[in-house]
């Protein structure tokens, strides 16, 4: 689809790899979940994402097999669509995970398939991962790799007509270490290879001219969504990134457990940085309280700013209109942005059955993107969890 | 070198950690409790989903255990 979601929602499945979605291995049993989605925004952007999954402990230890299978339905108008003259369009993704894990005394090595597919964009990968305890179970090291092999197309052209292809390679290193009773900390590095195409095809970036901005500039006018194209040079050409990142995440977790409230706080941070010179970071701060033996809640805030990459550039500006910029990109997740997300959830267990139900609200403000200035965003989900 | 510096800064600080405390079964009632799992994230996968196609930045989340001692 067009916003070919399976590039980047791959690298969150390589992230989950292993003992999948958090289930603890603490008993032995099946759990049966459903988990579904709403997103909306102020960029004309809807989304609504649904998975059913089963995930069967055969042991205490961290022996388990689970399948999992998401769904995807975009509803989109935003800016990067209406930038290019274009109406809005409506999408479907499926994806679909097998994993699993078999505990050997203090290891656990384990395996994950997944697959997701799209109109025009289709992703398959492999990977293994091995968990170890490192003489008690206080200290446990985890290590995965993920390839994933995707083949970008154009929706309403065939694959065999025109597509390309994109590697990725995805490295985990994680360490949990219990520091007494009541407090985890948790160091965890990614190194994630891409190699290919890495662009989108659907975008193509606008030029200007010198001569056009002071044209602008005379006229009194903002250059934005609906401005840019009165002063922008015909040639408009498809966007065009380095075929090769490189892109490293630093995260430290840290939890400690309030037993006079009582909660469990968690404090994350996160440093990012690639070859492409780009630089993020995220802090998150959560409590989770237990109510009473039915009702769990928890509230949180993150905070995310990113800069941009070396060749981003708000306006693209040549001197000789038959010669374009080697790299040139609309895609504003390149540029400098912040994102500021508080939320709340709340669980209730009836029997075997737990239900939960969470609402978070985004605001994000683009520093240097052409066509948006900001965005607030809603995100509510609903899932039901049951453990027969 | 110094780009890779608060890499190996982290590594050794962590290794240095490994084995500086040892809990007894009968005191990990609080690290066994649910909202103290370390990969059990509170918001559930779906949320991951959103924050991978809305942020740049995609990583070091981190998972395979530990907390409850549980690989």
């Known amino acids: 689809m067009r916003l070919q979601l399976t590039q980047r929602l791959l690298l969150l499945g390589v992230l989950l790899i292993g003992p999948a979605h958090g289930v603890r291995a603490d008993e032995a049993g099946t759990t049966v979940t459903s988990d579904n989605m709403l997103y909306t925004d102020t960029d004309n952007v809807d989304v609504f994402s649904s998975e059913a999954a089963v995930h069967h402990n055969f042991d205490a230890e961290g022996t388990m097999l689970e399948g999992s299978a998401i769904i995807d339905v975009v509803s989109a108008a935003s800016v990067d669509v209406l930038s290019h003259a274009t109406t809005g369009f409506h999408e479907v993704r499926v994806e679909g995970n097998v994993s699993g894990a078999y505990a050997l005394g203090d290891s656990t090595p384990g395996l994950r398939y997944r697959f997701s597919v799209e109109p025009d964009y289709e992703s398959q990968g492999v990977g293994g991962s091995w968990s170890q305890r490192l003489g008690s179970p206080d200290s446990v090291l985890s290590a995965s790799y993920f390839l994933s092999l995707d083949t970008v197309g154009r929706h309403g052209t065939p694959f065999g007509v025109w597509s390309e292809t ?61 401005t840019f194209s009165n002063y922008r040079i015909g040639t408009r050409p498809a966007e065009e990134v380095p075929d090769t990142r490189l892109r490293h995440a630093l995260g430290l977790r840290a939890m400690r457990y309030l037993d006079g409230i009582p909660a469990a706080l968690r404090l994350d941070y996160r440093f990012y940085f690639d070859n492409w010179q780009q630089r993020a970071h995220t802090v998150e701060l959560a409590v989770d309280s237990p109510l009473s033996d039915a009702f769990r809640a928890s509230l949180y805030g993150r905070a995310y700013l990113q800069s941009d990459a070396y060749f981003w550039r708000k306006v693209y500006v040549v001197d000789d209109t038959t010669k374009v910029p080697t790299y040139r990109s609309a895609d504003r997740q390149l540029s400098d942005y912040w994102t500021g997300t508080v939320g709340g959830r709340l669980d209730l267990t009836l029997g075997d059955f737990r239900f939960d139900g969470q609402v978070n609200l985004a605001y994000t403000h683009f520093n240097d993107f052409l066509y948006l200035t900001s965005r607030w965003a809603l995100i509510a989900q609903l899932g039901i969890r049951w453990t027969p | 070198m110094h780009r890779h510096l608060p890499i190996l800064v982290v590594v ?13 079964p009968w005191e990990r009632e609080y ?41």
Not at chain 1, 201 to 213: D, E, H
Not at chain 2, 14 to 23: D, E, F, I, K, R
């Open chain 1, 166 to 226: 994109l590697r990725t390679h995805t490295f985990d290193l994680s360490f949990t270490q219990n520091l007494d009773s009541k407090t985890i900390l948790r160091g965890a590095y990614t190194l994630t290879a891409q190699n290919g195409y890495l662009e989108k095809p659907y975008r193509y970036v606008p030029l200007f001219t010198q001569q056009g901005l002071q044209s602008a500039a005379d006229d009194g006018v903002d250059l934005n969504l609906k």
């Open chain 2, 12 to 24: 050794i600080a962590l290794s240095a950690l490994a084995g500086c405390a040892t809990t007894q």
């Open chain 2, 31 to 71: 690290l066994a409790r649910p909202e103290m799992s370390p990969d059990g994230d509170h918001r559930a996968a779906l949320f991951g989903h959103y924050l991978a196609v809305r942020e740049g930045a995609i990583g070091a989340t981190g998972h395979g255990g530990g907390g409850c001692g549980c690989n």
